[in-house]
């Protein structure tokens, strides 16, 4: 080791002790500093990353290592020194080893140089190090490749330049064997053993923060061959002349057995697929807990199918062993209970005609074009989960993510495909679930509770309803066995003492039929199990089918694994047309990938009984009833999501703010929270495409210009709730013409108070409708800045127990049967009005809430509507997306379905970078130039004072020995 060391630091001292060092180096990180941020956009990505950094890392190794290992055995050679080093007592071995070391010094010197540029972004954007870190991994394994292979074309000339050549040629080979557009030439068998023989495939499963053995071993077996045959090579320049011996032949054998035990041991460690490290933030490249506990609910077996043509878009081929080993996974994790198959369905027509019939897979034509010819491929991309008789098809777009870098060149990498797949294997699973026994999922009995009065007291209507519900229990018990207790009770027994419990508990009061029957009665029924209560209520129509709808929906609400009922209160369209929001389409249709979706306008006072979750969105102007609506579901421990705001934003020539009236503000303040009528500012914002005219000599073009908006407040960091499970994945989240909230310490000390999203300390707040900004008055913000007020909240979330806004109060409803028994002809014999009503409206006011029911308060209202997220994504140049996985995230927590919430959490999100103006960037980039360069001139002066402390200590010695 000692000689190894010495030849190490030799040959790094001596490649330092001439310019040609710094030129290799300087021209290394020019060229890297250029491509990443002038070739690649950077800034124009808008994403913490450092993935152009590594996209091209490969081939700039190739001409750096190149460039720096041209010399190491052809300049021997050439002097003639190499004789001497051959015949001197120095081994071969320790001769490669120690070019080898002075080499890898060298390379880890350049890399070094770079890594201002990731802590720089680290600055800008939340960066992930985790790829980062395996990118330098995969870079000094990749560069050991390169050296060894650098080392074993310099020992077969003595002239560096056509060493160079061959380096370059060899390694080059390498690189392009693995290659896309060389893979997709052959089909998926042939495609996949090249990708295992390319560098570069390697490098990017690496970079991409999954740290395989197999990679690793990969370059290292590189190494191990290229320095065999460097030393083999060395050695037959030492028996250059001489006759063929049998030392010879073993040391040609030897040779060989070592390279075939390099290459040997790629095909070992090859069905180790599981053995690997995900260094990613979140693991987002590994299979989560909440994926193996939805596999782990399974009964009988899954099948997972892809579709995968031979002959598809190069674009998509990489992508296809990406999925593969992860459909893999799911069968490794299923143990027996998850079957996955992988098909072309191009090579047989009885397994297309099946695809079609059976599950709509239909080939895509996707165009290719290049710069000679055009032509279409018909290929499949596609993956069938199917459980039972259910099954849900996943196609590239819900597969794939394209992003656009420049003109004609876009992006396309998988877009988070676990969290596609078991959604997909959830969905399938609650449906054929939905009409089976809730009690097979069920672990801890339930008991039902019925707080119900005598027949005797019981309107006529609900003495039917009675028998009905015995019949509805007896069948549910038969179903259930042990796991089902089933228990009446007479609230007014014993006194009353129950029902001042009911009223203390659950806030449970007398009912009354209508104002004619104003006779008080008790028909409540609750169910408990495991810790939780679920309340049932009592259908409109009173019957039967409706009574047995409303306890199967309550126990399946317990029971996991079924879907969920979200119910949005929104306006089908905006009263005014120029008012921005109205429209929540994207919405609806991304939480239908996860829950069931209905529409209702609350109008008749009630929610509906298979609703888990409300939504309220934009109110405007509500009823007494639709109030009421809302605060009966919040009592009986609903989860009540509201974006509301007193102003609406509109556009017609300009932008334009108005009051707005909810309805809803007496309610909140009741329940502690309020709104300020005012809107937010903050300086760090988003930005909004304005139109502005520029003048080229006299003529006027109109162009449109990304400005700072300071409207729409960019939440980051403390902005956002890091320890809530709603904001914890986000990262970032624009919100857009926001009111601060108020909470009422009084009202709220009992319950749970959370903050989710809140502004900057810069942030001001204003009482002004001027929301259009003004950038000729205010160049930089296009407003006046005001005082800060600091930070203003801007979402919150409450919970606990409520009481009812109702309370001590006459439920609306009373007024409603009283108008519904006698409608219309004046003769106290009309029928009823509302329509499916066949008895008298029961109505009654629940006073208090349970612990869980919870108020989620976003102080605007157009958040998350369809043209508010497509103004944001013209903004940030992307589609933006983030008000909607804030809901999605607030209907998996508030239905406790932690598992799809957890995986989305995993997800590649996009980490963009801060908001900054044009002259910031280049600054950024001139600052990482600066420092680059001046590592490098850190390196020149700590090698120039090594080598004058070397010499002076030469001189010592020899003054010591003249001495």
Sequence with gaps: MAEIRYIARKEFSAFFSSPAAFLFLGAFLAVTLFVFFWVETFFARNLADVRPLFQWMPVLLIFLVGALTMRAWSEERRSGTLESLLTSPVKPLHLVLGKFLAQMELVTVALMLTLPLPVTISLLGPLDWGPVLGGYLAALFLAGAYVAIGLAMSARTDNAIVALILTVAVSGLFLLIGAPKITTLFGHSVGGILTLLGSGSRFESITRGVLDPRDLYYYLSIVGVFLVLNLYSLERLRWAGNPLSR???????????????FVAGNLWLQPLGLARIDMTDGKIHSLSEATEQHLTRLHEPLF???????????????????????????????????????????????LEEEAASKYGIRPVPFRMASRYQSSV?????????????????????????????????LDVILNNPEYAITQSVRKVLTTYQGGGNPFETLIDPVTFRGYISPNGVLPEALVALRADLDAILGEIKAMAGDKLTIAFQDPEADGGALARELDEKFGF???????????????????????????IPLPTDLSKEELKRAVETSLKRMAPGFLKTVTLAAPTEAANPEIIGGHYGKLQEILAEDVKVQQDNLE????????????????????????????????RGGTVVMTTSPFNVGISQYLSATKNTSGLKD??????LSIEEKLVLDPNNAALPVPVR?????LAIREIRMLPYPYFPDLRGDGLNTEHPVTASLEQMTLNWASPIRVEKTKNQARSVVHLLTTSEESWSTEHMEVAPDYKAFPKLGFHRAEAEGAQTLAVSVEGRFDSFFKDRESPLAGQAEKT????????????????????????????????ARIILIASNNFASDTVLDLASEGLGTIYTKPVEFLQNTVDWALEDQSLLAIRSRARFARTLAPMERSLQMLVEYVNYGLAFLGLMIVWFWRRMVRKAAEDRYRMILVSKMV
């Design 604 to 635: 008749d006072g009630r929610v509906p009984l298979d609703t888990d979750f409300l939504m309220v969105l934009s109110p405007q102007n509500m009823s007494e009833k639709q109030v009421f609506a809302i605060d009966q579901f919040l009592m």
């Design 304 to 350: 997972i199918r892809g579709y995968f043509s031979a002959n598809t878009h190069p674009l998509l081929a990489p992508l296809v062993p990406q999925l593969r080993d992860l459909l893999e996974e799911y069968a490794v994790i299923g143990k027996g209970r998850v079957r996955v198959e992988f098909i072309d369905p191009q090579e047989d027509s009885l």
């Design 667 to 672: 309610w909140l303040d009741h329940m502690g």
């Design 509 to 535: 009061g007398p009912q009354i039929a209508s104002l004619f029957d104003p006779k008080p009665f008790w028909f409540y029924m609750v169910l408990e199990g495991n810790g939780e209560t679920v309340r």
């Design 694 to 698: 520029r003048y080229i000599g006299s």
């Design 821 to 852: 028994e006698d409608s219309g002809d004046g003769t106290g014999n009309g029928e009823t009005e509302k329509k499916g009503n066949t008895g008298p409206i029961i109505t009654g006011v629940i006073t208090r809430s349970p612990e869980s």
């Design 377 to 409: 491929v018909n290929s499949y991309f596609d993956i069938v989960v199917a459980y039972g008789d259910q099954f849900e098809t996943l196609g590239y777009a819900d597969l794939i993510e394209l992003k656009v870098r420049g003109e004609g060149d």
């Design 247 to 261: 030392h010879h032949r073993q040391w040609a054998l030897v040779s060989m057995l070592a390279v075939a035990n």
